[in-house]
């Protein structure tokens, strides 16, 4: 077993960092899968006695009902050791031990409070473990009025403003289908992580980082309706598709059921290439839309009359005669274009199908990034409990009788395949 752990760490960016996973979320499960991918040792603590969100939403492989069949899981969770371990458990108290002792790293996503309740909070960890760093991802920090509020991402959304501003401006706020804060908040930890990393290996001291999920996707609030609040004190509204700073600005129809291509022109340059890619039809030359403040009075019409050109073409084809124009255009993709069809998703391998049991050739999701030396490796993630015995035995140093003990007192869980 331990002959495994080195075979796959080798060769990676993070070979030899420990890193404790105390979360329950889709961040948590993105952060570790990071570190874990590049070459970390990740053991993710689980129960079926409290199974995180991702472990219980849809959809299931199959369309059967099991925390192990978890769509999420399998596209968002990376090649962590899953320990199962009920750490509310009475008996559970000398594995946190151990496991606070042996981690370089503690990564932990619960409402404040809950780690002093476990004797996990960074005062009590440090008496075992004086240099380790600590990551709380929380969703409004740790300390202040609302710090205590439970939460997921997708409150978080309308927190922060997403929900009010994205839409149609005639009706009320939608926001997003993806929940932002969840999948912006681990390319921001990682970093932080990495740099607390780099700041250990000059003084040999770890830290405790505080991060709010509200405040690291403030930044996704468009930055100028702040301002204009900032500046005018106006309180903006959601524009649809439309941009202050360019027109025509948003999504086309195409021929197909559903098929759309988004078209965003900035300044006069692309405008007269738009027009040439679409054969300088009459309309273009009135003087209405000479200029871009024009184009922005007669934004409607506008969107009429180009969507009159794309309508004759696929999503596809109005893309590459655009893009092959110096026009910013893109193909509005669904799930099957994503996997199926894009040739630089392809090219780069960012989803790649995986298996494990109950999980036979399901896709999972790569990085954006790719490191010339020690590129990640992907490997799907772990059952809940799968590697009890390999980390309580191997990681931490527990005899057999011990691992025992607290498997028949229930503490620790093996894994179910069912």
């Not at 991918?37 to 299931?60: C, N």
């Not at 969840?182 to 921001?188: A, E, K, R, V």
């Not at 990640?376 to 011990?402: F, I, K, N």
Request: glycine share 8%; with cysteine.
């Amino acid at each position: 077993m331990r002959e495994a752990i080195k075979k796959n760490a080798m060769k990676k960016a993070l070979t030899g960092l420990n890193v404790l996973d105390l979360t329950s979320s889709a961040t948590g499960m993105l952060q570790t899968k990071a570190l874990a991918e590049h070459g970390a040792t990740v053991v993710w603590v689980e129960s079926r006695a409290h199974l995180s969100l991702p472990r219980v939403s849809a959809p299931f492989s199959d369309n059967i009902v099991n925390e192990n069949r978890a769509g999420l899981v399998c596209q968002y969770g990376g090649p962590t050791y899953s320990l199962g371990l009920n750490i509310t458990h009475p008996e559970a108290s000398d594995v946190k031990r151990r496991l606070a002792a042996w981690a370089d790293i503690i990564v932990e996503g619960q409402r404040p409070g809950v780690m002093k309740n476990w004797g996990l909070d960074y005062d009590s960890v440090c008496k075992l473990n004086p240099n380790v760093i600590m990551l709380s991802v929380s969703l409004e920090g740790q300390t202040g009025p609302r710090s205590r509020a439970p939460g997921w991402g997708i409150g978080t959304k309308g927190l922060q403003g997403q929900v009010y501003f994205t839409g149609w401006p005639d009706r009320p706020g939608v926001g997003t289908p993806t929940t932002y804060p969840d999948m912006s908040t681990p390319f921001l930890s990682v970093t932080i992580l990495l740099a607390a990393l780099d700041y250990k290996r000059r003084t040999g001291k770890g830290q405790y980082i505080d991060m709010s999920q509200f405040e690291t996707s403030l930044h996704f609030i468009p930055s100028w309706q702040m301002m204009d609040y900032f500046v005018n004190g106006r309180t903006g509204k959601a524009q649809g598709n439309r941009s202050p700073y360019a027109a025509p600005h948003g999504a086309f129809r195409c021929q197909g059921d559903d098929r759309w291509c988004a078209i965003a022109v900035s300044n006069d340059k692309e405008w007269q290439a738009l027009c040439r890619v679409m054969g300088n039809p009459a309309w273009t030359r009135e003087s209405r839309f000479s200029t871009f403040m024009g184009r922005k009075e007669n934004e409607d019409e506008l969107e009429r009359m180009v969507e009159t050109w794309t309508i004759n073409l696929t999503a596809e084809e109005a893309m590459t005669r655009l893009q092959e124009a110096g026009v910013p255009a893109g193909v509005v993709q669904n799930s099957e274009d994503l996997l199926d069809k894009d040739p630089q998703i392809k090219h780069r391998r960012f989803y790649q199908k995986m298996s494990r049991p109950l999980m036979e050739n399901k896709y999972h999701t790569g990085w954006p990034f790719i490191l010339s030396e020690t590129p990640y490796v992907m490997r799907p993630s772990p059952l809940v409990g799968e590697h009890t015995e390999l980390v309580c035995r191997e990681l931490l140093g527990m005899s057999d009788s011990e691992v025992c003990k607290l498997m028949v007192a229930g503490a620790l869980e093996l894994p179910v395949l069912k």
